[in-house]
């Protein structure tokens, strides 16, 4: 049996031991693109892939199924070197512990997603990265593009154009990279990793 058909099937759900981890050459391939209509395959992997970032964002479920939390995932870190991604960016509660009034400041699974332009301005995350294929920490600077417009199709085949700036910026762009064999230490200054280059916007 494929690992796509053993990921979809009706009673399993994703946990860290489907997740491959770098060393994995699959992490290093470039992935191919999904062809429209989607197969049923498809679609089920990223509503899949979805329910995961869910389960790894609520505490009850991430205890039982020991999960580490995440905001995105990519096909290719289940071992499937398709162009797949899911996104989960949740908002945060108000100073009050009150939950946002929208859940979720992105929610998407795109299938080929694709950076058509970018900003020449770039931006990393203060804290650096973090990846669920990564079981260590890698600090410094991951420099991204600060802004980005991303084409991508649906799981009906219809296309969208988004942009994007910001923490959801620098997600897409993670997991995106993910399609094309890019490991976010990939991007960190190796002599300096928190070398800022000039203009450089330092997301908090
Ligand atoms: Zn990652």
Known sequence: MSVQSKLIKAGHLIDMDDIIREGNPTLRAVAADVSFPLSDEDILLG?????????SQDPVMAEKLGLRGG??????????SKRIIAVLVPNPEDE??????EAYSLQEVMYNPKIVSHSVQDAALA???GCLSVDRLVEGYVVRHSRVTVEYFDKNGEKHKIKLKGYNSIVVQHEIDHTNGVMFYDRINEKNPFAIKEGMLIIE
């Open 47 to 55: 509503e899949k892939m979805m329910q995961f970032l869910k389960h």
């Open 71 to 80: 905001v995105g995932l990519a096909a290719p870190q289940l071992d499937i």
């Open 96 to 101: 009050e512990g009150n939950p946002p009034k």
């Open 127 to 129: 804290d650096g990265e």
